[in-house]
């Protein structure tokens, strides 16, 4: 079969298992059309671990060599991208229009679509298909670095590769946690969230290694592994700190986060802990594990790498800038004294 037509086995298969494997049901944050929290299927984990298992296993009886999907990505880069723009039209153009063709194109016209009678929330699977792609990708990247230097292979990359799946895997873990995220309060599924979950999450995320699986270790000292590592984790608390802080407040006002009882802005505008530190901590904490799963790599000097976090900044200030506006709009006078107690965007005292 040509590499062109395997994302679309691959995709089918993964929308199989998050369809039939078995799920915990949870309520989440969002309300649907009869005004009750939507419940979700969630199985991300699983999903993953059965896919990665199984590409695992077609690997290991010969049927596809370990760097296969290293050594045909250009392929698959062209079959994801036409998969991606025929899931965009199909979930687009079987809803009813919208005022702002560009913006329903863009952004979706239905803002929480599901499929199979409620059974598969297109949000949670688009999110559990990037995420799961973006694995295979990278391990097979690794595998052909691995097989070119055999031996010699550098370090970094096994940190990298440590560090990514860490930073997937936790994702999954922590799956409730994102039902509480811009994702589900603000946009719907349109070319932005489809086509970035069928290619651009999965292919240009791993663009560090991409770029870099060519070339030989840079000979750094093992010691160098160590401030990169805990670099990453530094960002990996901001992000997770501040999520989590936010999603058991959301939950229950009342809640202690880390011992300490929570200081809101009539009773609605988080103003403590890591939302005491400045307005998006869990932005600041992204960057820096981009920042650090690019120094991993030990090659500073290719310019490619430094795209991942170039993104995350330009994506997330964007988005800190929206979201200010928005909550502006919801909280009114209680987001204005939010932003005087706390001026800091994303970085405390800098910005
Ligand atoms: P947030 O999780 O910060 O969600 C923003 C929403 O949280 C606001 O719209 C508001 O919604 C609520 N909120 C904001 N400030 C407060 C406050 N002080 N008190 C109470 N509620 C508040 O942002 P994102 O959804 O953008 O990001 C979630 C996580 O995902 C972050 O860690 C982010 O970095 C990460 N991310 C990762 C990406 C990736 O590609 N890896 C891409 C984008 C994000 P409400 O109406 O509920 O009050």
């Not at 590499?3 to 969002?30: K, M, S």
Request: net charge positive.
């Amino acid at each position: 079969m040509p590499a062109f037509l395997w994302p679309a086995v691959l995709y089918a298969l993964i929308f199989a298992l998050h369809a039939l494997l078995p799920a915990r049901t949870v309520e989440g944050y969002v309300s649907g059309p009869d005004g009750k929290p939507l419940r979700y299927r969630l199985n991300g984990l699983v999903v993953f671990l059965a896919t990665v298992l199984l590409w695992a296993g077609a690997c290991w009886r010969g049927l596809l060599p370990w760097d296969a999907m290293y050594l045909h990505r250009w392929e698959l880069l062209a079959g994801a991208c036409v998969l991606g723009l025929l899931f965009t039209g199909v979930v687009v153009f079987t809803a009813p229009p919208v005022p702002n063709f560009f913006r329903g194109l863009f952004l979706g016209r239905v803002e929480q679509p599901r499929w199979l009678g409620g059974r598969v929330d297109l949000k949670m699977f688009l999110y559990l298909l990037g995420a799961t792609v973006l694995e295979l990708n990278l391990l097979s990247f690794g595998a052909h670095h691995l097989l070119r230097y055999p031996g010699e292979a550098s370090p970094g990359v096994l940190l990298y590769l440590a560090l990514f799946s860490f930073f997937l895997v936790e994702y999954l873990f922590f799956e409730r946690v994102h039902l509480y995220t811009w994702d589900f309060v603000a946009e719907g599924v349109g070319f932005k969230l489809g086509w970035g979950c069928f290619v651009f999450y999965p292919f240009f995320y791993g663009i560090g290694l991409w770029a870099t699986a060519e070339l030989p270790g840079p000979g750094w000292p093992a010691w160098t592994l160590v401030p990169i590592a805990l670099l990453f984790f530094l960002g990996w608390s901001f992000a997770r700190g501040a999520n989590m802080q936010k999603y058991f407040f959301k939950r229950d006002p009342g809640a202690r986060a880390l011992g300490i009882a929570p200081v809101a802005i009539g009773g609605k505008v988080l103003a403590s802990g890591f939302w005491g530190l400045s307005r998006h901590l869990n932005y600041l904490g992204e960057v820096l594990m981009a920042v650090a799963l690019t120094l991993a790599l030990g090659h500073p000097e290719v310019l490619w790498p430094w795209l991942y976090p170039l993104y995350y900044v330009l994506m997330l200030g964007a988005r800190q800038r929206d979201d200010d506006k928005r909550c502006a709009a919801k909280y009114g006078a209680l987001w204005e004294e939010y932003c005087r107690r706390v001026p800091w965007r994303i970085v405390p005292f800098v910005y």
